[in-house]
């Protein structure tokens, strides 16, 4: 019971100092604030670039809300089966059409018998010889 009362106590001190109205504390227990930490981000005079608590509370609250709706209306789209947001391309692109414009990425893999721990390989490249194993003429498939 004490712990509740401190605790209302630190609100009242934070809406008093803070200059916070019923509903922008209501606000600030919803996104799980501290009133300590309210308190410790009231603007001086030397700080022009920081918001007033009150506008700083409804900012991040409204952040918060479309970020929420945007959640809502991808779950609700991927239940109604909407392409886009399963994984497929959009429209007019393909997946052949979207992995060309990626540069293929390299892959290491362990040398054994020579001096140098890694050696680089194309992705994919089924090719068991080594680079150091071709001949001065011969050339080199990556």
């Known amino acids: 019971m004490a712990n509740k009362k401190k605790r209302d106590e630190d ?6 100092l803070c200059r916070l109205n019923v509903e922008t ?3 600030a227990k919803t996104l799980g604030m501290n009133p300590r930490k309210l308190i410790k981000n009231i603007p001086s005079k030397s700080q022009p670039w920081k918001a007033p608590v009150h506008v700083w509370i409804r900012d991040l609250y409204e ?3 479309e970020k929420a709706a945007r959640r809502r209306a991808a779950k609700q789209a991927a239940q109604a ?3 886009q947001t399963l994984g ?11 992995s060309a414009a990626k540069p293929p990425a390299l892959t ?3 040398r054994e018998k020579s001096g140098q721990p890694w050696e680089r390989l194309p992705p994919n490249n089924h090719d068991t010889q080594r680079q150091d194993e ?8 990556f």
């Open 108 to 110: 290491f893999t362990h």
């Open 25 to 27: 504390v209501r606000m």
């Open 81 to 83: 089966g909407c392409p």
């Open 11 to 16: 609100w009242a001190r934070a809406k008093r």
């Open 88 to 98: 497929q391309p959009p429209a007019g692109r393909t997946l052949a059409a979207q």
């Open 63 to 65: 952040k918060m809300q």
């Open 134 to 141: 071709f001949d001065a003429g011969d050339e080199i498939p």
